[in-house]
Structures are given as structure tokens and as C-alpha cells.
């Protein structure tokens, strides 16, 4: 497989630039640089780091728990936590518990988790003695969704169990009554996801299942543009970036976490399910020229957290490594032959621009969509990724 399958070559009709601040590319097709050559996400992370200033992080964070435990007092929970096992969401719970806040985690148990971060999801919980909420998806239901956006050659095959977490949890917040989600993304370590790498809707996912798979789901809740309507502005359920109010340092966060809770790191960027180890590792750089190493580092470039050349160093020592037996393993869990599958690797590549989605209408939204994001009603990064 090594020697049949070579990285498909870069079909950008343009000069190759990198930004001048940060490491991403002109292998962004949607990036866009300023005079002094600082890209787009550059100023989309000044923007958010505008928004969640470190010197008022304290004031804000204090008002922001007040609020959730005022608002959630009379319930057994006060917030939602989705947990991975991973770094962020194992101390998005560790922080939520020592700030006071009484959370239920809830763990979407899709078939592709590590050994690892089980255990690190069942250490966190029983150390803080947080209830654990599980929910395991149909396996075939998950395999039909994956094998449905590879068969539609689109770089963003890992966001159907990305959608459905978020699907779960707004579903077990209104069920429980409780008004907040904390969110374990924070844009000083991973940045922001460019919309060419990833773009997620309801309506573009069903479009894509509907063609390449079965269009059915049963096993979880798959949430709907309604749907999501009626979570914020009835149930008026928010979601909460805590990380966004602290001074995430990931090398730190590891030590405590380490420490405190017996958390074990899983050896790569989101390698703590197999199935996005396979998809960003192997499918993205080797056939769509996608390196998603760019943005988390760019993101601990932006934050003063790893110099810039520290940071092309990494990336120009060497094509990111991937696992063959991992690779094996997905195709076959997929259940494709190796021959089956390599057609559909070297299908040519497309986008969310060739199946419907919500984007015409979100931008056609613009002006509603900042109000509600200056608001709080939406989380401010919608406005600026999608909208903007």
C-alpha cells in the first residue's frame, strides 16, 4: 500500500506563500493575506484573543460561573462536558470541577476510541466523581456515514461524528433542563479550522449520506438546523469555550493532568480515536495536500507558546508519519478490500461547494448572526468563520 498509494500533487493555480506570522499556506484555498503578508486566521485569532483579552480572563471567568451556577441551581447539573479523553475536554471537566460547577460528562462512544482515552475518560470521572453519560452509536450507522464521505473524495470525512458529539450534547443538555455546554476548544493552542479543510452543516451532511450511503440514523440524535433553533433560542442552551478565559498552556495542562488524574497522552494531534488517527495522519496530507499540523502549531506560534521557526522546523523535518497498521486497520473495518479502496483514494478531490449546505444562507444571515454572536446567543467564531 507504502509504495501503490503517492501523495496526489497540489492543484493550486497560485504562487506559493506562506504567512509571515504564522505557518499556514497558500494550500488553504480560502486563505487571504494582508499587505505585511499576515494571514487571514491571524487576524481572526486577534479578533477572538480581542474578545478574551488574559489581563480581564479572571473577571470574565468569575462572571461566566456565577451565571452557570446561578442559572443551574435547582439542578442536579449545571452544565454538559463532552469528553474524549483527550487533553482539552479531560481538563475542560477537571477545570469545570474546581471552579465549582457540578457537570455531567458525556461520552459519544462512536467504535474508533483508543484504549487510552477510555481509561482517561473513566479516571477523570471517577477521580473528580463526575457522572458519566454514555452513548454508543450504531456501528454500522457510523461505518455507513464515513464510508459515504470518503466515497464523496470531500477533506472533511471525520466531521459526521464531530456533528453528532455536538448533536448529543444539545440533545442531553434540553433533556436535562441545563443551559450550558462547555466546549474544550481554545484558539490559543488549536486555532481555527480553515472552512476549505473543514466546513460542517446538517443539511450538507445529510446531502452527502443521502448520495454515498444510506441516509439513515437511528442510534443517536442528528441534529437539525430546527433543531438547533430551538435549543438556543427556546430552551436557551449556550456553549461556553472555558478555555478561552485562562492562559492554556498545553505542555502545562499535560503535567496536571498527568499528575492529578492519571492522564496519559495518546501520542499525536486527536490520535485518541483510530479513526481520525487514519483520517488526518494518512488520507488528508496524501490526498488532498492537507496538513493539519499547520494549525495547531500556528496556534501556539500566534500565542507565544513556540517560535516561528521552531515551528517550520517541525513541519520541513519531515511529511506527517503515519501508521501503516492503522491505515489497514480503518480500510478494513471500513469494510473495502484494498483494491475497493483505492479507488475511492484516488477519486478526485472535492468540496462542500459540490453538495448543498447552509452557507448561501448563513452569509445571506450575516448582520442577524453577529448580533446574536455580540450577544452571546452564538458563540463568536461562527460569525467570524462562516459568516465574515
Known amino acids: 500500500m507504502e509504495a501503490k498509494i503517492k501523495p496526489l500533487k497540489n492543484t493550486l493555480d497560485i504562487e506559493y506563500q506562506r504567512c509571515s506570522r504564522c505557518v499556514l499556506d497558500t ?119 464515513q464510508r459515504a464521505f470518503l466515497k464523496a473524495s470531500v477533506p ?38 480553515p472552512i476549505s479543510w473543514t466546513y460542517m452543516d446538517s443539511r450538507y451532511i445529510k446531502s452527502v449520506h443521502n448520495k454515498f450511503g444510506s441516509g439513515v440514523v437511528r442510534s443517536f440524535k442528528f441534529m437539525t438546523l430546527w433543531y438547533l433553533l430551538y435549543c438556543v433560542f427556546i430552551k436557551r442552551i449556550r456553549e461556553v469555550r472555558l478555555l478561552e478565559y485562562v492562559d492554556y498552556n498545553k505542555k502545562k495542562v499535560d503535567e496536571d493532568l498527568a499528575l492529578d488524574l492519571g492522564w496519559v497522552y495518546y501520542g499525536g494531534y486527536h490520535h485518541k ?42 513541519l520541513e523535518a519531515g511529511a506527517y508519519e503515519y501508521d501503516r497498521s492503522v491505515v489497514m486497520y480503518a480500510v478494513s473495518k471500513l469494510g473495502w478490500k484494498l483494491e475497493e479502496w483505492e479507488t475511492i483514494f484516488y477519486r478526485a478531490p472535492r468540496s462542500h461547494k459540490d453538495f448543498r449546505t447552509y452557507l448561501p444562507l448563513i452569509r445571506l444571515l450575516r448582520l442577524p448572526i453577529w448580533i446574536a454572536c455580540k450577544l452571546r446567543i452564538l458563540p463568536y467564531i461562527l460569525y467570524l468563520k462562516y459568516a465574515s
Open 273 to 314: 480515536n483510530l479513526y481520525t488517527k487514519f483520517f488526518q495522519s494518512f488520507l488528508l496530507p496524501n490526498k488532498f495536500n492537507i496538513d493539519k499540523r499547520k494549525t495547531e502549531l500556528s496556534a501556539l506560534v500566534r500565542s507565544g507558546q513556540l517560535t516561528r521557526e521552531d515551528a517550520i522546523d517541525q
Open 27 to 145: 494550500t488553504v484555498s480560502d486563505i487571504w493575506f494582508d499587505d505585511a503578508g499576515v494571514c487571514k486566521y491571524c487576524h481572526i485569532h486577534d479578533e477572538m484573543d480581542r474578545l478574551h483579552p488574559l489581563e480581564n480572563m479572571e473577571k470574565d471567568l468569575k462572571r461566566i460561573v456565577n451565571r452557570i451556577k446561578r442559572d443551574g441551581r435547582d439542578k442536579t447539573y449545571d452544565c454538559i462536558v463532552g469528553v474524549s479523553g483527550g487533553r482539552d475536554s479531560i481538563h475542560t471537566l477537571y477545570m469545570a470541577r474546581q471552579l465549582g460547577l457540578r457537570p455531567l460528562a458525556v461520552y459519544f462512544d462512536n467504535g474508533w476510541n483508543t484504549d487510552i482515552a477510555v481509561s482517561n475518560i473513566r479516571k477523570a470521572t471517577d477521580l473528580l466523581r463526575v457522572d458519566l453519560r454514555r452513548v454508543k452509536a450504531d456501528r454500522e450507522e457510523v461505518i455507513d456515514l
Open 156 to 193: 472533511d470525512a471525520d466531521i459526521p461524528t464531530v456533528y453528532a458529539i455536538h448533536s448529543v450534547l444539545y440533545e442531553t443538555a434540553a433533556k436535562e433542563g441545563v443551559r450550558y455546554i462547555l466546549n474544550g476548544h481554545s484558539f490559543r493552542t488549536e486555532g481555527t479550522s
